[in-house]
């Protein structure tokens, strides 16, 4: 069972963690949310913290972008943190880069797109029709729980 749970931070938000128990500690629980929508949000938050969920991590906003791309995604950002403090949930930012790192994934946005999804659903065992903001998650989610040492 996962103690994190992930968003990558955007206007359709992808979150995952892990729950229950099995051969590769447990099985994924993926979504997408609108932030904006802040009684669904809440109620991802309470469902996970159902299943033992104890923290967040949160994709930063990419610099690389556009500034009016750059503004949505730090508001998104902003109401993921305000939900999670809502929720009494610590959280921790961490940049997309980390996580790319991590997995070695490398190129144009495209191609780190397709390597996460085929990272989340081939190695990591998330169901195959998540999207890639939903394999973004479960990326980032496996990233903090082997970092943290939590997983």
């Known amino acids: 069972m996962s103690r994190i749970i992930a968003f990558d931070a955007a206007t359709n938000t992808g ?30 938050l309470r469902k996970a913290q159902s299943h033992g969920v104890k923290e967040a991590v949160i994709e930063d ?3 690389g972008v556009n500034p009016k791309t750059h503004k949505v995604l730090a508001i998104m950002q902003g ?7 809502r929720a009494g949930l610590p959280y921790e930012v961490i940049p997309a880069a980390t996580w790319h790192a991590d997995l070695g994934l490398t ?17 990591l065992g998330a169901a195959g029709g998540i ?4 394999a973004d998650a479960v990326c980032l989610c496996d ?3 082997r970092t943290k040492g939590r997983g």
Do not use: F
């Open 143 to 145: 990233m903090a729980e």
């Open 79 to 85: 109401l993921i943190i305000a939900a999670c403090d």
């Open 15 to 44: 979150w995952a963690y892990r729950y229950g128990s099995g051969p590769c500690k447990g099985e994924w629980n993926t979504g997408i949310v609108k932030p904006r929508d802040w009684k669904t949000l809440d109620a991802v």
């Open 61 to 63: 906003c990419y610099l």
């Open 107 to 123: 190129g144009p946005r495209e191609d780190r797109k397709r390597g996460a999804k085929m990272i989340a659903t081939r190695v």
């Open 131 to 134: 999207t890639s903001d939903e």
